[in-house]
């Protein structure tokens, strides 16, 4: 009667532990902070060239506008890529897992 009378006759019902693949977690969290840092910073160059609207000694042209406004946006455009990367990244790291080697 050396058998533990709790354990389970077959180990076919012994599932694995797992935990997320943390290496994507860490990779998508980078790359969504990246995608804040684009969005933060066209945030700021619109600011930055809308604010020669408020000034009203000044005449501002609408081909320069246009212009601050359009290097505005690259940043924007580059962080759709890095957001779209990152959320796919952490969705996977969270689906995909690994089983535990530890006990």
Request: proline letters at 5%; aromatic letters at 8%; charged letters at 10%.
């Amino acid at each position: 009667m050396s058998r533990n009378p709790y354990e389970s006759s077959t180990s076919a019902h012994m599932t694995t532990r797992t935990s997320p693949t943390r290496w994507m977690i860490v990779t998508g969290s980078i790359l969504l902070a990246l995608a804040l840092c684009c969005y933060l910073a066209t945030v700021l160059m619109m600011m930055l060239s809308f604010n020669t609207l408020s000034t009203p000694t000044s005449t501002v042209q609408v081909s320069d506008l246009a212009g601050r406004i359009s290097t505005a946006m690259v940043s924007s455009f580059a962080g759709i890529p890095l957001m779209l990367t990152g959320l796919v990244f952490i969705i996977f790291g969270f689906i995909r897992r690994q089983p535990v080697v530890s006990a």
